[in-house]
């Protein structure tokens, strides 16, 4: 079974020390550099944490190009 991430989870892993922003987090998710996340319930959305790592290896392949 795949580990689900709340919001909060995710705009650390992104920002490291410093969390990013929930709206750039959304902002990101359209943009398509931030993977979308998963509705568990009317108001609950939870994204894949292999998908959050995935993104982030891509963005650190990007880096060193």
Known sequence: MQELLDRATVCQLFGGSKPIDPATLYRGIKA??????????????????????????????????
Not at 37 to 50: H, Q
């Open 32 to 65: 398509k550099r931030y993977p979308p996340p998963i509705k568990v319930g009317p108001n609950s959305s939870r994204w894949l944490r292999a998908e959050v790592e995935a993104s982030l290896e891509a963005m650190k392949g990007a880096r060193n190009g």
